[in-house]
T-cell receptor, first 111, second 115 residues
């Protein structure tokens, strides 16, 4: 069964706006990762947040984690057309060695 | 190598034929994963290797699917008697060791089309 689910499924914004994507999961986790996939390409790792962390930044990316709500969010600030891609969260039950992915959020940034 | 390498990048095969997909992980990475992604869908876990052994084969969809890994490096995913529903992108990934505390590096995938 899928551990993580992203929402919304699709997001369309204008360049310069912020984009927020959410990930909900079912069981306790040790870590959560966010990945990006350009159309037809492999996934690229963006950021890892550990269960004892609440927020993490990397450039224009901000990830938050709320373990009480079993959810995480990815915020992309000042979006660019090049940010157009699908974004996935990867989780696994505590101690699991198998990263499981949701269906992703498809982000379109209009120039 | 510099990254995870997969071949072929594209494969069109006739229904009923066998196909082999190859994955060359990053040198030194002991954990290797195979996933399948159908058009517009998420990633479906297929199999995981730690070294040459596969502790978890639970994701393989049928007995037509098999995978092996030799020398703790290259892995081959074999699909026998392909069916049209096997059409998908097959993604391979590797990490330094098992566990979600490690970054997982993906290849560009092998696009399989069964006609």
């Amino acid at each position: 069964s899928q551990q993580g689910e992203e929402d919304p499924q699709a997001l369309s914004i204008q360049e310069g706006e912020n984009a927020t994507m959410n990930c909900s999961y079912k069981t306790s986790i040790n870590n959560l990762q966010w990945y990006r996939q350009n159309s037809g390409r492999g996934l690229v790792h963006l950021i890892l947040i550990r269960s004892n962390e609440r927020e993490k930044h990397s450039g224009r990316l901000r990830v938050t984690l709320d373990t009480s709500k079993k959810s995480s969010s990815l915020l992309i600030t000042a979006s660019r057309a090049a940010d157009t891609a699908s974004y996935f969260c990867a989780t696994g039950p505590g101690g699991s060695y198998i990263p499981t992915f949701g269906r992703g959020t498809s982000l379109i940034v209009h120039p | 190598g510099a990254g995870v390498s997969q071949s072929p990048s594209n494969k069109v095969t006739e229904k009923g034929k066998d196909v082999e997909l190859r994955c060359d992980p990053i040198s030194g990475h002991t954990a290797l994963y195979w996933y399948r992604q159908s058009l517009g869908q998420g990633l479906e876990f297929l199999i995981y290797f730690q070294g040459n052994s596969a502790p978890d084969k639970s994701g393989l969809p049928s007995d037509r699917f098999s995978a092996e890994r030799t020398g703790g490096s290259v892995s081959t995913l074999t699909i026998q008697r392909t069916q049209q529903e096997d059409s998908a992108v097959y993604l391979c990934a590797s990490s330094l060791s098992e566990g979600l505390g490690n970054t997982i590096y993906f290849g560009e995938g092998s696009w399989l089309t069964v006609v």
